[in-house]
Structure formats: C-alpha cells, structure tokens
C-alpha cells in the first residue's frame, strides 16, 4: 500500500486549493484519515480528521473554511481549503489507517506544498 497526497501549489491569500489523499495498492479500506501540516521553522500540527464513521474534526484555525470529504470508491479523502491566509502556508501531510491484504496498518503520505502568497 502506498498513501499518496496531491494538490499543493501556489495561491494568493483568499485563494482556494483541493488536496487529496489516496491509498494505493491492495487496498480493502481506507479509514481514519488525518491532515497535518509543517510550517518553515515549526512543528507538525494537526489540521483535520475524519474517522471511519465519517465524523469530522477541525483544528480552530481552519474551521470554516476547510472542509473534508470522502471518496470511498476512490480510496480518497479530501481536504478543500477556502480563503487561505498567508499563515496556511506549509508542507501538508495525510495520514491514513488502510486495511488491506498485509492486515491493518497506518502510512504516512509524502507531503504536498502548499504556499499561500502575493
């Protein structure tokens, strides 16, 4: 299995941008899907979640103008991000608890970079 994030760019502040999550592979399910991002010089902070029933949590930072969603057909959760602000700039990390073909485990994706700049 590999967990795959996509999406990051370049956008100016009140911009919008998609991120998505996807698992490849022997994938049965995808469950428990967690955004956190790394801003330059900081540490790693959580951003949202969605557990596997669907239930959805927001750092307060972002809530009300990020929203997750899922794709359960594509193996994908997704992050929309709205009215970025220059403080939303970062590497931004998913990580994913998939069940397949090797049992249940947790992965980590590469990170996607997302700068929110004039």
């Known amino acids: 299995v590999q967990l795959q994030a996509f999406g990051g760019g370049l956008v100016q502040p009140g911009g919008s941008l998609g991120l998505a999550c996807t698992a490849f592979?022997?994938?049965?399910?995808?469950?428990?899907v967690t955004w956190y991002r790394q801003a330059p010089g900081k540490g790693r902070e959580l951003v949202a979640s969605?557990?596997?029933?669907?239930?959805?949590n927001y750092a307060d930072s972002v809530k009300g103008r990020f929203t997750m969603s899922r794709d359960d057909a594509k193996n994908t959760r997704y992050l929309q991000m709205n009215n970025l602000k220059p403080d939303d700039t970062g590497v931004y990390y998913c990580?994913?608890?998939?069940?397949?073909?090797?049992?249940?485990?947790?992965?980590w994706g590469q990170g996607t970079l997302v700068t929110v700049s004039s």
């Open positions: 990580n994913a608890d998939v069940a397949s073909g090797a049992g249940p485990n947790r992965y």
């Open positions: 592979g022997q994938v049965i399910s995808i469950n428990a």
């Open positions: 969605i557990s596997s029933e669907g239930r959805i």
